[in-house]
């Protein structure tokens, strides 16, 4: 019988991520203790390693889209939608 995958939450893995950029404890000792494999727990050091600058920066992420960036696709499928539906209407 095959174990299930376990799908830790975003605060789990910072905060066994964080314990691992410490260096109090090692790989093992971390993984014994929460249970994660090793390799996981040096990817989720990594990824925060990688990823900690963008969390100082000012006026938010840089890779945000503006508001009109976010609506505009949208209103655009409403507007095929409502011609779509206009044009099935004429033919029933």
């Given at each position: 019988?095959?174990?299930?995958?376990?799908v830790?939450?975003?605060?789990?893995?910072?905060?066994?991520?964080?314990e691992?950029?410490?260096?109090?404890?090692?790989m093992?000792?971390?993984?014994?203790?929460?249970g994660v494999?090793?390799?996981?727990?040096?990817?989720?050091?990594?990824?925060l390693?990688?990823?900690a600058?963008?969390?100082?920066?000012?006026?938010?992420?840089?890779?945000?889209?503006?508001?009109?960036?976010v609506?505009?696709?949208?209103?655009?499928?409403?507007?095929?939608?409502?011609?779509?539906?206009?044009?099935?209407?004429?033919?029933?």
């Amino acid at each position: 019988m095959s174990k299930k995958r376990t799908v830790h939450s975003d605060a789990f893995k910072a905060k066994v991520a964080l314990e691992a950029v410490k260096g109090v404890k090692t790989m093992n000792e971390l993984s014994s203790e929460y249970g994660v494999h090793p390799v996981l727990i040096g990817q989720w050091k990594r990824v925060l390693l990688s990823r900690a600058g963008e969390i100082f920066t000012r006026g938010g992420s840089g890779k945000a889209k503006t508001e009109d960036e976010v609506t505009a696709p949208l209103f655009q499928e409403i507007g095929r939608l409502k011609v779509e539906l206009d044009w099935l209407k004429k033919k029933l």
